[in-house]
């Protein structure tokens, strides 16, 4: 499967950005989708994930109430709508995709990455 990974940018604190994660390939609709971030110096770290056989979704703590995890089936598209931004939350935002049904917050568990978007919180 190939990703594409789009809708980063600048936005200033409080703001919102959409990112969308678009599978194509064999089979694409059944993949549990990831995104994942990493800011300079900082290791990669888990952000949501969305299982495609039940929809659950998995939120790291410091997005719960923030960011959402959905999919357009249709489309076999992943957004990750970001809401309330912080300087913090400022990274590169990739999106990865396993097989398996359940989302997980082990990188290491997905087998295909998408290019990254780059997102910047900053007044």
């Known amino acids: 499967v190939q990703l594409q990974a789009s809708g980063g940018g600048l936005v200033q604190p409080g703001g919102s950005l959409r990112l969308s994660c678009a599978a194509s390939g064999r089979a694409s609709s059944r993949y549990t989708i990831g995104w994942f971030r990493q800011a300079p110096g900082k290791e990669r770290e888990f952000v949501a994930a969305r299982g495609w056989s039940t929809g659950s979704t998995y939120y790291t703590d410091s997005v719960k109430g923030r960011f959402t995890i959905s999919r357009d089936d249709a489309t076999n598209t992943v957004y990750l709508q970001m809401n309330s931004l912080a300087p913090e939350d400022t990274a590169i935002y990739l999106c990865?995709?396993?097989?398996?049904?359940?989302?997980?917050?082990?990188?290491?568990?997905?087998?295909?990455w998408g290019q990254g978007t780059q997102v910047t919180v900053s007044s």
């Open positions: 990865a995709a396993r097989t398996d049904p359940r989302g997980t917050a082990v990188a290491g568990l997905y087998r295909y």
